[in-house]
T-cell receptor, first 114, second 112 residues
Framework: DTGVSQDPRHKITKRGQNVTFRCDPI?????LYWYRQTLGQGPEFLTY????????KSRLLSDRFSAERPKGSFSTLEIQRTEQGDSAMYLC????????????FGPGTRLTVL | GENVEQHPSTLSVQEGDSAVIKCTYS??????FPWYKQELGKRPQLIID?????GEKKDQRIAVTLNKTAKHFSLHITETQPEDSAVYFCAASYFGNEKLTFGTGTRLTIIP
């Protein structure tokens, strides 16, 4: 499968624990996005990378959230001191500036905070 | 920031009939409007998109229309089939601000 991949697919954690998710974009896609989707809602933008540079962060991304893309390839999203309100599907998408804005989504990581 | 509204939230149509989903956006700078289909438990998949330099785009049974003046765009699905049942999301963005702002989704059910 040459599409966007995410790991893990499911994560159950206890409140207060830290979690880290990984996203591998489509090869040679220089843009990478993180979104959060709660039940019955559309995805909400969290943050965006072009190559290794983090160009935009949503106000939804509190100081407990941090994202990295150290070599301009895969990205990680870490949530510290998880809260029950963090329970959601975390989606990653990638795109290439050569073909415009088309974003291709990964399967997501479903986080459940108990 | 951009705000995208989507209607209806649920839509049921008989197999073979047409379905129309409508979205409005607030930021006149938006110039890219994709539509995504999301089946239960699966990733959103891009089904069609339109840029602001055209008013209509068609791909087999799916078409999208854009009215820049009124700031609304619509998805049209003709000859609906059971496999069209899913949640559909519209979104908007513009070159230079690449994040997508999504609507709240339309759950489309095709009745056999």
């Amino acid at each position: 499968d040459t599409g966007v991949s995410q790991d893990p697919r499911h994560k159950i954690t206890k409140r207060g624990q830290n979690v880290t998710f990984r996203c591998d974009p489509i090869s040679e896609h220089n843009r990478l996005y993180w979104y959060r989707q709660t039940l019955g809602q559309g995805p909400e933008f969290l943050t965006y990378f072009q190559n290794e540079a983090q160009l935009e962060k949503s106000r939804l991304l509190s100081d407990r959230f941090s994202a990295e893309r150290p070599k301009g390839s895969f990205s990680t999203l870490e949530i510290q001191r998880t809260e029950q309100g963090d329970s959601a599907m975390y989606l990653c998408a990638s795109a290439t500036s050569r073909t415009g804005n088309e974003q291709f989504f990964g399967p997501g990581t479903r986080l459940t905070v108990l | 920031g951009e705000n995208v509204e989507q209607h209806p939230s649920t839509l049921s149509v008989q197999e073979g009939d047409s379905a129309v989903i409508k979205c409005t956006y607030s930021d006149s700078a938006s110039n890219y409007f994709p539509w995504y289909k999301q089946e239960l438990g699966k990733r959103p998949q891009l089904i069609i998109d339109i840029r602001s330099n055209v008013g209509e785009k068609k791909d087999q049974r799916i078409a999208v229309t854009l009215n820049k003046t009124a700031k609304h765009f619509s998805l049209h699905i003709t000859e609906t089939q059971p496999e069209d049942s899913a949640v559909y999301f519209c979104a908007a963005s513009y070159f230079g601000n690449e994040k997508l702002t999504f609507g709240t989704g339309t759950r489309l059910t095709i009745i056999p």
